[in-house]
């Protein structure tokens, strides 16, 4: 079993920043995939940043140049830090961990990015 914990969400203003943080705590050896999705209200949870334990990254297309996701594979902990951000990008975040072919999600944290 793999618990996530996301924190550093909140409200902020449009072209600001945040920076939010996952920790993975468990009987981890190794994760494979670690990275953020979301979920704004009345739409269905899309991609924000996924990273491979090969350190690859993919953003999704909306976040590209703006969000910048960084992993650390010894503590078991992902970030996003995000810049220059919309109220488009109001949604709760949803910290993510693929594991032993397992997917395992966080509660969710509301960023809010108010115009």
């Known amino acids: 079993q793999v618990q996530l914990v996301e924190s550093g969400g909140g409200l902020v203003q449009a072209g600001g920043s945040l920076r939010l943080s996952c920790a993975a705590s468990?009987?981890?050896?190794?994760?494979?995939?670690m990275g953020w999705y979301r979920q704004a209200p009345g739409n269905q949870r899309e991609l924000v940043a996924l990273?491979?334990?090969?350190?690859?990254?993919n953003y999704g297309n909306s976040v590209k140049g703006r969000f910048t996701a960084s992993r650390d594979n010894a503590k078991n902990t992902v970030s996003l830090q995000m810049n220059s951000l919309k109220p488009e990008d109001t949604a709760v975040y949803f910290c993510?961990?693929?594991?032993?072919?397992?997917?395992?999600w966080g509660k969710g944290i509301l960023v809010t990015v108010s115009s």
């Open positions: 993510y961990a693929r594991y032993a072919s397992a997917v395992y």
């Open positions: 468990g009987s981890i050896f190794s994760i494979n995939a």
């Open positions: 990273i491979t334990s090969g350190g690859i990254t």
